[in-house]
């Protein structure tokens, strides 16, 4: 009788149990874990918070040090008339902010006050990194996609001497400059060339993959970890691995579109990127030897914004946009949460993440948001002077964002 009236006690617990498992959310698999990312040694790079666009050549948008908390203005820079901001801000390793414009390079002082400036003498898209003791590298080109104009990619010491420059025949754009592990300086140009030059600015060597690879402005080189591979959008829709000493193509995904974000990489070498399938959009993970590791394929993936770069924390979990909300992947793919913007506006620029775990996105609007790691809003601020979108950051030591808005240089704590 006892044991019967045990059995029975078990059963209606296990069914309270039971019962009470189903009231709370699913958690997916493999949330929980922790895939710790780490900062990868690059000693080509400038000893620098930000030496490069995304932060590092893996194209992560993380950053070692805390971003702002605040949401405060600092202070602000104005370039000159008709020379906005057109690619990221970076920062050397004396904390000076350089700032690629239309029509120069501007070197800022912590304080918001010139240092000094380099023309560039014709109107230009740029894209600027800084290398291991101040060196900066500065690509330039017009703008127009023409094929008659030419592009120059230049070496300046940090005072902004020229040490030296080397001449292609098409124009090179916004972010797709690299600096390799051993000092190797790779970009496209927009006739789809991929260049290697030596520390020296001389031409190691060139590819043009099976179509011509990506160079507009919006496009990237990433790096796997070990330095030997590239990860390059390709003309023909596609994902590029490429060897790094010699340019030989090692292999190739079709995306089913014309790739507009930076690859993304992990410590573990494997890659992040956007795709397309009939009329859907979805987030691919690709192992460093080509083989697909996950598709997302959640509602959510079905509207990105591919014009957003993915950004992936310090705990390995992956961040995206789509048209309402910022949404958070686990490292297996899965969805975390989903933020929606206080406003129904597309982010313009790559998503960024400090060390403190919030994470920093620019509208196609006047604003910079912020939201921490649970997805919950730390704060938004008005960037007033926008006329032309507010364009990717850069987070430096003590807790700053640096933002490029139209002709201004926006420091927010």
């Known amino acids: 009788m006892k044991k019967s009236k045990l059995m029975i006690l078990i059963f209606f617990l296990t069914m309270i149990f039971s019962c009470q498992r189903e009231k709370n959310p699913v958690t997916p698999p493999g949330a929980g874990k922790v895939h710790s990312q780490v900062d990868i040694p690059w ?5 620098s918070p930000w030496p490069i666009a995304h932060g590092n050549v893996q194209c992560t948008g993380r950053s070692k040090y805390p971003g702002p908390a605040e949401g405060k203005i600092d202070w602000v820079f104005t370039t000159e008339e008709m020379a906005r901001v057109s690619t990221s801000p970076v920062i050397g390793e004396d904390g000076t902010i350089y700032v690629p414009t239309e029509r120069q390079l501007y070197a800022v002082k912590p304080n ?5 400036e380099f023309k560039t003498g014709i109107n230009t898209g740029s894209s600027v990194m800084v290398g291991a003791g101040d060196i900066i590298y500065l690509a330039i080109g017009s703008i127009l996609k023409n094929p008659n104009y030419h592009g120059y990619f230049y070496a ?3 005072d902004g001497n020229l040490l030296w420059e080397y001449h292609t025949p098409g124009a090179i754009l916004a972010y797709s400059a690299a600096l390799g592990l051993g000092g190797e300086i790779y970009f496209v140009n927009l006739n789809g060339i991929l260049y290697a030059l030596n520390k020296d600015g001389t031409l190691n060597w060139k590819a043009i993959g099976t179509e011509g690879f990506m160079g507009d402005w919006w496009n990237s080189i990433a790096i796997s970890p070990d330095g030997t591979t590239l990860f390059v959008a390709g003309h023909d829709s596609t994902m590029n691995a490429v060897d790094a000493h010699t340019g030989h193509m090692i ?18 070498g494997n890659i992040y990127f956007f795709a397309k399938e009939k009329q859907d959009y979805l987030i691919y993970s690709v192992k460093k030897d080509g083989e697909v590791r996950w598709k997302c394929q959640i509602e959510e993936a079905k509207s990105i914004n591919i014009y957003a770069d993915m950004h992936i924390d310090k705990e390995g979990n992956i961040y995206f946009c789509n048209g309402a909300y910022l949404c958070s992947l686990n490292y297996d793919g899965n969805l975390r949460w989903k933020a929606a913007y206080p406003e129904a506006l597309d982010p313009v620029s790559p998503i960024l993440g400090g060390s403190n775990g919030n994470i920093y996105i620019a509208l196609n609007s006047d604003y910079v948001l912020a939201f921490n790691h649970n997805g919950e809003k730390v ?3 008005s960037i007033p002077w926008y006329t032309a979108g507010i364009i990717n950051g850069a987070l430096s030591k003590d807790g700053r964002l640096y933002v490029g808005a139209s002709r201004y240089l926006v420091c927010i704590k």
């Open 379 to 381: 704060f938004k601020i």
């Open 43 to 47: 000693p080509s790079l400038a000893d």
């Open 112 to 116: 918001g006050t010139l240092k000094w």
């Open 156 to 158: 300046l010491d940090s």
């Open 251 to 268: 292999w190739q995904i079709h995306t089913g579109y014309r790739l507009t974000t930076a690859p993304l990489v992990d410590n573990d």
